[in-house]
């Protein structure tokens, strides 16, 4: 069975680095495409990032461009999220989870299996 567990959040000052991990098993990583997304406190859930399984083409959201950074290592079936130069308003419970349509276009109907979570909080 297709199973995603991420690791890696924590508190962090703004300004800082962390990279999260998504751990997959049940498939191998050029099967699907593997996005992450971010849910905060009473805002909606938000794409963040998505890696291709074909060529490995990257997208991300315009919040994140520049500072985040997707890969994937298909040895380990692991995808990974470098984030730097975190802010504030990058708090929350961040998601890897399958993109059964392997679009990557980061719209929640297309991604079918969704990790537990990690919870990534930037503050002073």
């Known amino acids: 069975q297709v199973q995603l567990v991420e690791s890696g959040g924590g508190l962090v000052q703004p300004g800082g680095s962390l990279r999260l991990s998504c751990a997959a098993s049940g498939f191998t990583l050029d099967y699907y495409a593997i996005g992450w997304f971010r849910q905060a406190p009473g ?13 490995g083409s990257t997208y991300y959201a315009d919040s ?48 079918g299996s969704w990790g537990q979570g990690t919870q990534v909080t930037v503050s002073s």
């Open 43 to 55: 805002k909606e859930r938000e794409g963040v990032s998505c890696i291709s399984s074909s060529d």
């Open 64 to 111: 994140v461009k520049g500072r985040f950074t997707i890969s994937r290592d298909n040895a380990k079936n692991t995808v990974y999220l470098q984030m730097n130069s975190l802010k504030p308003e990058d708090t929350a419970v961040y998601y890897c989870a399958t993109d059964d349509k392997r679009l990557c276009l980061l719209l929640g109907a297309d991604f």
